[in-house]
């Protein structure tokens, strides 16, 4: 099936699957999925650094030729085509950017914000002379590219929207928050109300579940610290694109995998009992993305840059950080 045509199916639906009570935009959400409609397929799979022989330029190259904002512009382009390769996070904070940029046609968002919502990757420019790098929770990019809740806790931030979110527990007994914790069958997990609350174009963050093919519970672990011997965060920031009976369908930038340079941006399909804990996070009010014009590209969020190689957080912290 084309993307385009999944695009428009999904947009058919959007209207009847939201769960009663939930707020939905649906001119946002349908912005959504024009972004990433425009969006190439596949353009490569890359956490490196440095090029290499399989890629002539970075992910972070690809997310600063992709933004482009001269000294006099009021707003600024994003051209997905120069965004290649690309990993999960820059997929979902291109998607976003992009669908800001379609839905914004009365100028909400305004200068100030934009330039704020441009990436610091450690390439020189007349806005960042200084090479500046943002790392987790740092500025507006440092928080989309963040480990754990990163987007949703910038959209709560922001005030733009709202998550929900749902965790089967934890299956060793070294990663349970209390004694009682219990580790959800698999026919409970798949019958929880949250996947009929998500809808088509809501950020999703996939805390995978490895206990059956790797032996692992870093489903239960939002975070990573430093410790080597324990499990670590095993995350993926995608976007929703629906529910088919157990199977979830998103789209994000897909990999690693043998042949990186054939992946990259794609849908992507998994088992429900395959995710240990979800957050959906949805954009209600992007006029408020205007706030970000206060979230300085040097504004710290402690909780998110310490789950880079400090701690890791427990249930409760994540839910407060949510707004929750």
């Given at each position: 099936m084309k993307r385009a045509f999944f695009v428009f199916l999904t947009l058919l639906c959007l209207g009847c699957v939201a769960h009663a009570g939930d707020k939905v935009n649906?001119?946002?959400?349908?912005?959504?999925?024009?972004?990433?409609?425009?969006?190439?397929?596949?353009?490569?799979?890359?956490?490196?650094?440095?090029?290499n022989e399989l890629f002539a330029k970075t992910t972070w190259r690809g997310l600063h030729d992709a933004y482009q904002m001269l000294p006099g512009d009021e707003r600024p382009r994003f051209d997905p085509q120069l965004a290649q390769p690309s990993f999960c996070s820059s997929a979902?904070?291109?998607?976003?950017?992009k669908a800001l940029l379609i839905w914004d046609t009365k100028h909400k968002i305004k200068r100030e914000a934009w330039l704020n919502m441009k990436p610091r990757v450690g390439i020189a420019d007349w806005l960042n002379p200084d090479a500046m790098a943002q790392d987790d929770g740092v500025g507006f990019w440092g928080r989309a590219n963040a480990n754990g809740p990163g987007l949703g806790v910038l959209v709560h931030e922001l005030g733009v929207g709202y998550s929900f979110t749902a965790y089967r527990g934890a299956k060793s007994e070294r990663n349970?928050?209390?004694?009682?914790?219990?580790?959800?069958?698999?026919?409970?997990?798949?019958?929880?109300?949250?996947?009929?609350?998500?809808?088509?174009?809501?950020?999703?963050?996939?805390?995978?579940?490895?206990?059956?093919?790797?032996?692992?519970?870093?489903?239960?672990?939002?975070?990573?610290?430093?410790?080597?011997?324990?499990?670590?965060?095993?995350?993926?920031s995608v976007i929703f694109m629906g529910c088919e009976g157990d199977t979830v369908t998103y789209w994000s930038s897909n990999g690693p995998g043998k042949h990186p340079e054939q992946m990259g941006y794609s849908m992507g399909r998994c088992h429900k009992t395959d995710i240990q804990r979800v957050v959906f996070t949805r954009i209600t009010r992007p006029e408020r993305f205007d706030n970000a014009r206060k979230m300085a590209h040097t504004d710290v969020n402690a909780y998110l840059r310490d789950l880079n190689g400090v701690r890791h957080s427990t249930t409760a912290e994540m839910l407060k950080q949510l707004g929750l």
């Open positions: 649906e001119c946002w959400q349908r912005a959504m999925l024009a972004a990433i409609d425009s969006f190439p397929e596949h353009g490569g799979y890359y956490t490196g650094g440095r090029p979902t904070y291109g998607v976003l950017i349970k928050e209390r004694p009682d914790e219990p580790y959800l069958t698999d026919r409970e997990w798949c019958e929880l109300g949250i996947w009929n609350r998500a809808v088509p174009g809501d950020l999703m963050k996939i805390f995978w579940n490895r206990n059956e093919s790797r032996g692992s519970d870093s489903g239960a672990i939002i975070g990573c610290d430093d410790d080597k011997t324990a499990d670590q965060e095993a995350g993926h």
